[in-house]
C-alpha cells in the first residue's frame, strides 16, 4: 500500500510517457475497427441508400429556392453527406459498449488497468472513432462528392476550425454516450434508457434534419442543451454557415459543453463505481 | 375441412400461448418495459418530427402537404410496425441468432409446425406503443386531406395495410431465410426492408426515374401504398398505368408473401444447424 506504483517500462527499459499507454490503447481501438471488412462494406452500402433517399427528400423541399435559413441546396447535400459520414465515427445512432462491461461484471477488471477507467474508455472510442471515420466516413464523403458534389471548408481557417469542431463534437458525443451507459450501474436493464438517449441525441444534434430548418423557438431550446454541439456545429463550420468570428464562437460552445459534460460524467461515473462496490461488483 | 379449422385454431391457440409467456418474461421489468417503449417510440416521432417542425419553412414537398404525406408516412409505419410484431421472429438478426447458438435446431424437434414457433419466438411488447404513434400520424393524414371519405376508400386503405403487413413480412421471411446460407451478413436485406419502408414514407415522384422504376416493377413496392394514395388524392399515375393499378394492393402484398415462404421452404431443406 505504501509502495508508490513502478514505473512502465517498455522492452528497451525507457520510461513511458504517461501518454504512450492511452496511445496504444487507442491505436488498438483503431486497429480493431479493420476486422470485418465485410460488415463495413454492407454498413457503407445501406448508408449510401438511406443518403440517397435523404438528398431526395431535401433537395425536393428545397424546390426551386436559392438559400433556405443560410443553407444552399448544395449545402444541405454536404450535410447529408457528412451526417451519413459521421453515423458511425460519432456513433449517432446509440453505443452500449461500456453498459455491457458493467452488466457483466467486466468493469471490475478494467478497475485494474493502471489507467483511469474514463481516460481509457475515451482513448478507446477515440482510436474506434478515427477507424470508423476513415473505413466509413472517407469512403462516404468520396461517394457523396462524386455522385452529387460536396461544398468543402473554405481555406486553411476553415479547414482549422472544421478540425478542431469534429474533434470537440467526438468529446462532447463521447461523454454524453458514457453518462447514458452509467445508468447501467443503476438499472438491470439500461438498455432501454439508452433508445431513450440515443433518440433525443438523433433530433437534438441535427442528424434528422439541420436544426437551421426547425422553428425559432425549438432552435433557441435547443441551444440550451449540449446536443448541437455533438454535429451541428461540425456541419455549420464545415460549410460556411458560421464563419470566421463566429465560428470560433461556435467552438468556445462546443469546448464549454465539452468541459461541463466532463465534469458530470466523471461526477456520475465516481457515484456509480461506489454504488458498484457497495453491491459487491 | 371441419379437421382443418381445428388444427387451425389449435395452432392459433399455441401461438397465443408462445406470445403470453414473452409477454410475461417482458412485463417483469415494468420500468424497464415502460422506458423502452417509450425510446422506441421517441425513435419514430423524432424522425417524423423533424419533418413535420421544417416543412412550414418550406411550404411542402415536392408538391405535397403535410396531411398527404401523412397518409404515406402512417401508412408505411403501421403496417411496418405491426408487421414486426406479427414477423419479427423471421427478421434476420433475431433468427441469425437462434441458428448460430442451435436454438433453431430445437425448434425442429419440438411437436409445434416451425412456422408457428418462428411467428412466435420474438413479440416484442415495446412495439406495441409504435402503433399508437403510427395510426395517429395516419389520422392525421386522413383528416387532413381535401377528400371527401367515402367506404370503398377504406376498404382500399385497409387493402394496403394488408399488403404492405404481407410485402415487408414477405422481406423479413427472405432475410431470415438467407441466414440458411450465411449466418453473417445478411445486411443487404436491410436495405429493402428498413430502407424499403422510409422510401415508401415520401411521395416517390422526389426520387430518381431508375430508383422509383427499381423500385415500381422490380420491387412492387409503389403498387402497395404510393399508386393507392395517388388515386384516392385525385392523381394521375406514373408511366401512364392505368387507375387499376391503384387497387392492385391486397393481390400483390400476399403474392410476395406466397413466394418468399416458398424460398423459406427451399432454405428449410438446404438448413443442417451449426453443429452447436
Given at each position: 500500500?505504501?509502495n508508490?506504483p513502478?514505473?512502465?517500462?517498455?522492452?528497451?527499459g525507457?520510461?513511458?510517457?504517461p501518454?504512450?499507454?492511452?496511445?496504444?490503447?487507442?491505436?488498438?481501438?483503431?486497429?480493431?475497427?479493420f476486422?470485418?471488412?465485410?460488415?463495413?462494406?454492407?454498413?457503407?452500402?445501406?448508408n449510401t441508400?438511406?443518403?440517397?433517399?435523404?438528398?431526395?427528400v431535401?433537395?425536393a423541399?428545397?424546390?426551386t429556392?436559392?438559400?433556405?435559413a443560410?443553407?444552399?441546396?448544395?449545402?444541405?447535400i454536404?450535410y447529408?453527406?457528412l451526417?451519413q459520414?459521421?453515423?458511425?465515427a460519432?456513433?449517432?445512432f446509440?453505443?452500449?459498449?461500456?453498459?455491457?462491461?458493467?452488466h457483466?461484471g467486466e468493469?471490475?477488471?478494467?478497475?485494474?488497468?493502471?489507467?483511469?477507467?474514463?481516460g481509457?474508455?475515451a482513448?478507446?472510442?477515440a482510436?474506434?472513432?478515427?477507424?470508423?471515420f476513415v473505413?466509413?466516413?472517407?469512403?462516404?464523403?468520396?461517394?457523396?462528392?462524386v455522385?452529387?458534389?460536396?461544398?468543402?471548408p473554405?481555406?486553411?481557417?476553415?479547414?482549422l476550425?472544421?478540425?478542431?469542431?469534429?474533434?470537440?463534437?467526438?468529446?462532447?458525443?463521447f461523454?454524453?454516450?458514457?453518462?447514458?451507459?452509467?445508468a447501467?450501474f443503476?438499472?438491470?436493464?439500461?438498455?432501454?434508457?439508452g433508445?431513450?438517449?440515443?433518440?433525443?441525441?438523433g433530433?437534438g444534434?441535427?442528424?434528422?434534419?439541420?436544426?437551421?430548418f426547425?422553428p425559432?423557438?425549438?432552435?433557441a431550446?435547443?441551444?440550451?442543451?449540449?446536443?448541437?454541439?455533438?454535429?451541428?456545429?461540425v456541419?455549420?463550420?464545415w460549410?460556411g454557415?458560421?464563419?470566421?468570428?463566429a465560428?470560433w464562437?461556435a467552438?468556445?460552445?462546443q469546448a464549454?459543453?465539452?468541459?461541463?459534460?466532463?465534469?458530470?460524467?466523471?461526477?456520475?461515473?465516481?457515484r456509480?463505481l461506489?454504488?458498484l462496490e457497495?453491491?459487491?461488483? | 375441412?371441419a379437421?382443418?379449422?381445428?388444427?387451425?385454431?389449435h395452432?392459433l391457440?399455441?401461438?397465443?400461448?408462445l406470445?403470453?409467456a414473452?409477454v410475461?418474461?417482458?412485463?417483469?421489468y415494468?420500468?424497464?418495459?415502460?422506458?423502452?417503449?417509450?425510446?422506441?417510440l421517441?425513435?419514430?416521432?423524432?424522425?417524423?418530427g423533424?419533418?413535420?417542425?421544417v416543412?412550414?419553412?418550406?411550404?411542402?414537398?415536392g408538391?405535397?402537404?403535410?396531411?398527404?404525406?401523412?397518409?404515406?408516412?402512417?401508412?408505411?409505419?403501421?403496417?411496418?410496425?405491426l408487421?414486426?410484431?406479427?414477423?419479427?421472429?423471421?427478421?434476420a438478426?433475431?433468427?441469425?441468432?437462434?441458428?448460430r447458438v442451435?436454438s433453431?435446431s430445437?425448434?425442429l424437434?419440438?411437436?409445434?409446425?416451425?412456422?408457428?414457433?418462428?411467428?412466435?419466438?420474438?413479440?416484442?411488447l415495446?412495439?406495441v406503443?409504435?402503433?399508437?404513434l403510427?395510426?395517429?400520424i395516419?389520422?392525421?393524414?386522413?383528416?387532413h386531406?381535401a377528400h371527401?371519405?367515402t367506404?370503398g376508400?377504406?376498404?382500399?386503405l385497409?387493402?394496403?395495410?394488408?399488403g404492405?403487413i404481407?410485402?415487408?413480412?414477405?422481406?423479413f421471411?427472405v432475410?431470415?431465410?438467407?441466414?440458411f446460407?450465411?449466418?453473417?451478413?445478411?445486411e443487404?436485406?436491410n436495405?429493402l426492408?428498413?430502407g424499403?419502408?422510409?422510401?415508401?414514407?415520401?411521395?416517390?415522384g422526389?426520387?430518381?426515374?431508375?430508383?422509383?422504376?427499381?423500385?415500381?416493377?422490380?420491387?412492387?413496392?409503389a403498387?402497395?401504398?404510393?399508386f393507392?394514395?395517388l388515386?384516392?388524392?385525385?392523381?394521375?399515375?406514373?408511366?401512364g398505368?392505368?387507375?387499376?393499378a391503384?387497387?392492385l394492393?391486397?393481390?400483390?402484398?400476399?403474392?410476395?408473401?406466397?413466394l418468399?415462404?416458398?424460398?423459406?421452404r427451399?432454405?428449410?431443406?438446404?438448413y443442417q444447424?451449426?453443429g452447436?
Open positions: 500500500m505504501t508508490a513502478a514505473p512502465a517500462r517498455v522492452r528497451g525507457a520510461l513511458l510517457s501518454l504512450a499507454l492511452p496511445w496504444a490503447v487507442a491505436r488498438l481501438g483503431f486497429r480493431r475497427q476486422a470485418y471488412p465485410q460488415a463495413a462494406l454492407w454498413g457503407l452500402i445501406t441508400f438511406f443518403g440517397v433517399l435523404r438528398v431526395a431535401l433537395l423541399l428545397f424546390g429556392r436559392p438559400q433556405v443560410g443553407y444552399t441546396a448544395q449545402d444541405a454536404t447529408t453527406g451526417t459520414a459521421f453515423i458511425m460519432l456513433s449517432l446509440g453505443w452500449t459498449d461500456f453498459m455491457r462491461t458493467v457483466r468493469v471490475a477488471a478494467d478497475l485494474l488497468r493502471p489507467l483511469n477507467l474514463l481509457f474508455w482513448a478507446q472510442d482510436g474506434r472513432a478515427a477507424g470508423q473505413l466509413r466516413g472517407l469512403p462516404m464523403l468520396l461517394l457523396f462528392e455522385l452529387w458534389g460536396l461544398v468543402w473554405a481555406g486553411a481557417l476553415g479547414w476550425q472544421t478540425t478542431l469542431s469534429v474533434l470537440l463534437a467526438w468529446a462532447c458525443g461523454l454524453f454516450r458514457f453518462l447514458v451507459n452509467c447501467a443503476w438499472s438491470p436493464d439500461a438498455a432501454g434508457f433508445r431513450f438517449g440515443w433518440a433525443v441525441l433530433l444534434c441535427g442528424f434528422l434534419m439541420p436544426l437551421a426547425f425559432d423557438g425549438v432552435q431550446w435547443l441551444s440550451w442543451t449540449p446536443f448541437p454541439a455533438m454535429l451541428n456545429t456541419v455549420e463550420v460549410v454557415v458560421q464563419r470566421g468570428a465560428a464562437a467552438l468556445g460552445v464549454a459543453w465539452a468541459l461541463g459534460l466532463l465534469a458530470v460524467t466523471a461526477l456520475t461515473l465516481h456509480g461506489r454504488r457497495v453491491a459487491g461488483g | 375441412m379437421s382443418a379449422l381445428r388444427s387451425a385454431a395452432y391457440q399455441l401461438y397465443g400461448r406470445l403470453g414473452q410475461r418474461s417482458q412485463a417483469t415494468r420500468g424497464a418495459l415502460v422506458l423502452d417503449a417509450l425510446g422506441t421517441l425513435i419514430t416521432a423524432a424522425e417524423f423533424a419533418l413535420a417542425l416543412l412550414p419553412r418550406f411550404g411542402g414537398l408538391g405535397w402537404t403535410l396531411g398527404e404525406i401523412c397518409l404515406l408516412y402512417g401508412l408505411a409505419e403501421l403496417s411496418f410496425v408487421m414486426d410484431l406479427l414477423f419479427g421472429g423471421f427478421d438478426p433475431n433468427l441469425s441468432a437462434h441458428v442451435g433453431f430445437t425448434f424437434l419440438r411437436p409445434v409446425p416451425l412456422v408457428v414457433q418462428v411467428f412466435g419466438s420474438d413479440f416484442a415495446r412495439r406503443a409504435r402503433i399508437g403510427a395510426a395517429a395516419f389520422a392525421y393524414g386522413v383528416t386531406t371527401a371519405w367506404l376508400d377504406a376498404a382500399l385497409a387493402g394496403c395495410v394488408l404492405l404481407c410485402f415487408f413480412g414477405g422481406l421471411v432475410g431470415g431465410t438467407l441466414t446460407w450465411t449466418v453473417d451478413s445478411v443487404a436485406m436495405v426492408t428498413y424499403g419502408r422510409t422510401l415508401i414514407s415520401y411521395p416517390m422526389i426520387y430518381g426515374e431508375w430508383l422509383r422504376k427499381t423500385f415500381t416493377y422490380l420491387i412492387p413496392a403498387f402497395l401504398s404510393y393507392p394514395v388515386h384516392l388524392l385525385g392523381r394521375p399515375l406514373p408511366d398505368l392505368p387507375p387499376a391503384a387497387f394492393s391486397p393481390l400483390v402484398g400476399p403474392a410476395v408473401l406466397a418468399a415462404f416458398a424460398f423459406w427451399v432454405g428449410l431443406r438446404r444447424g451449426t452447436t
